[in-house]
């Protein structure tokens, strides 16, 4: 009996986890890395506004929404093997851009993958380029 128990009970568990999503809450833009370019675009220590994007869902699949420093996007998103991301057409207002924020749209809509190192959420676009976000509260 108690064997039993404690059978249903690790399912209740490996189920619990499979359904968590990693990827959910709030991440704030840090900086875009082109290792190839040796190039590094980070967010200037006095600017107030942040880049945004908030996931939605569960272990498979859900929805990302944010906001740049002048506009708002939004994108389905499904998690695949070893990282795998696969995101939907990106959906944005279309006010102009600059510096970061402008690079953000070019490249958030590139995304093939992510990865999590601590607090911080790592997005690639391939090997060599990726973006780097670390969790608000």
Known sequence: MKQFFGFVLMMICLMACK????LSGKWELQCIVNEAEHFETCK???ES???IIEFSGNAESGKAKGNTWTNKYSFDYSCKEN???EISPVLSTKVGERGLSRLFLMNIKKITSYQLKGESLILKVDDKKYLKFSKLP
């Open 49 to 51: 506004k942040q880049i």
């Open 44 to 46: 200037p220590e006095k």
């Open 83 to 85: 990282g795998g991301l």
């Open 19 to 22: 359904e968590k999503n990693i």
